[in-house]
């Protein structure tokens, strides 16, 4: 049970605030409601460059990093489909130096020609040596406009192509974060040896005088449902084989989500799970194979992705991916596996809430789905389902009109 108190500024800002005083640290998380899907098709990779931007000095702090060193802090950040989130930890006696770093740079943050050539040269980099010259790297790449092709979850959070970020303008980028950037599309999370009345003092001296800003509205356009099998092959110079397969799930917020990342824990989880177990173990098919949910906000995917042992055909491997997934759609799964891969699930859970990152972090992403204090039922969800739910579950998704397949072979 994570507890915590909640507040919202005039500006809109809302502020949770949870009280931990078995450590001396203090944790300010900052959400935003702004990812990769929020961006405009012409002008991709925006949320993940503003994740670098968000570094580069504010007006009155040209230095982001040098301040927060000098007080025992870290920082990092990370951007998805969905999101941006940015985090620090500290000592909780220097908690004020958090808050003056994070609203400066809400507030102000330093557009200079300079700073964007610094991080759009960065960013780029990035993309060609993760995404573009590195084996199975534009996997995602090829992979989301395949699955997707009306909802803009079709590009990665790196973007669609690197011409969209070398071409990115000082007036494309102040636009983009007066846009998103501001108290009305954000998410306070303070946790650790600290006190609300004092956290919502700070809050209120270095937020409140922030401008709202408007609230963005989201109006995506919704993916259709897929109605045919579709297919794709790459060859490229890479050391095995690789199959990679998805199927159209539903969203975080909808009650079938719990039913699909259980799906996923009993095909994929551990040493002895199915797929493991039948094509990797024993008919040795597969040298690495995994299942996983993307967990997206909007209806998401359900990934099969593996890599074959030399020598297996991909046409073998494919189809024996095929039977597993049949005979999780007509047999339900066995009292004593379910209930093993419920107790991995709730055992993660619990261990999260022994990281104080953590804790800030799943607060500010459920009160972003709607209500913080799901975070506490999260286990009761996946507890209730029954094997009925999973077997209905794999035959709505493991459909082959439903699949979008993409077979990477080696030259």
């Given amino acids: 049970m994570v507890l915590y108190n909640r507040s919202v500024l005039s500006n809109g800002l809302k502020v949770l605030v949870h009280e931990d005083f078995t450590t001396p640290m203090a944790v300010v998380n900052v959400l935003y409601d702004v990812g ?4 405009d098709p012409e002008k991709t990779g925006f949320a993940h460059l503003f ?13 982001y990093d040098e301040p927060l060193q000098r007080v025992g802090g870290e920082n990092n950040a990370f951007t998805s489909n969905d999101i941006t989130n940015y985090y620090i930890t500290l000592p909780a006696a220097n908690l004020e130096t958090a808050f003056w770093l994070e609203s400066d740079r809400m507030l102000s943050l330093a557009f200079s020609e300079k700073s964007l050539e610094v991080q759009r040269n960065v960013v780029c980099e990035e993309f060609k040596q993760r995404y573009l010259n590195q084996p199975y790297g534009d996997v995602w790449l090829k992979l989301r406009p395949l699955a997707y092709k009306t909802h803009p979850y079709q590009w990665a959070t790196i973007g669609k192509e690197l011409s969209h970020i070398e071409n990115a303008t000082i007036e494309d980028v102040k636009a983009f974060f007066a846009k998103h950037y501001n108290p009305a599309n954000a998410i306070l999370v303070v946790g650790g040896a600290v006190k609300t009345a004092e956290v919502l003092e ?14 963005y509205l989201r109006s995506l ?10 297919r794709e092959i790459i060859k490229a110079d890479v050391p095995l084989n690789a ?13 079938g989500y719990y039913e699909a990342d259980l799906l996923s824990d009993i095909l994929s989880r551990g040493n002895s799970s199915r797929l493991y177990v039948s094509l990797v173990k024993e008919q040795k098919l597969f040298s690495e194979l995994n299942a996983y949910v993307t967990g997206s906000h909007d209806p998401g995917l359900f990934v099969i992705e593996g890599k074959l042992t030399e020598g297996v055909e991909p046409e073998l491997a ?7 997934l049949e005979l999780i759609k007509n047999e339900l799964v066995p009292q004593e596996e379910l209930t ?15 990281s104080l990152l953590d804790k800030a972090m799943n607060l500010a992403f459920f009160e972003l789905l709607g209500n913080a204090s799901e975070l506490n ?7 209730v389902l029954t094997a009925e739910d999973i077997r209905r579950r794999a035959n709505k998704i493991f459909r082959r009109e439903n699949s979008s397949t993409l077979l990477y072979l080696a030259n």
Avoid: C
């Fill in 318 to 324: 494919e189809a024996a991916i095929w039977t597993e």
């Fill in 202 to 215: 700070m809050a209120e001296k270095w937020f409140g005088s922030i401008p709202t800003g408007e609230k």
């Fill in 51 to 63: 994740e670098h931007l968000m570094f580069g000095g504010s007006i009155n702090i040209p230095s």
């Fill in 340 to 354: 093993k891969v419920k107790n991995k699930i709730e055992s993660t859970m619990v261990f999260a809430e022994m």
């Fill in 377 to 383: 039922t999260e286990t009761q969800k996946y507890a």
């Fill in 36 to 39: 990769a899907r929020d961006e």
């Fill in 243 to 255: 199959i990679y397969k998805t199927f159209h799930m539903p969203a975080r917020l909808d009650s």
């Fill in 221 to 230: 356009p919704a993916e259709a449902e897929q109605t045919e099998e579709r």
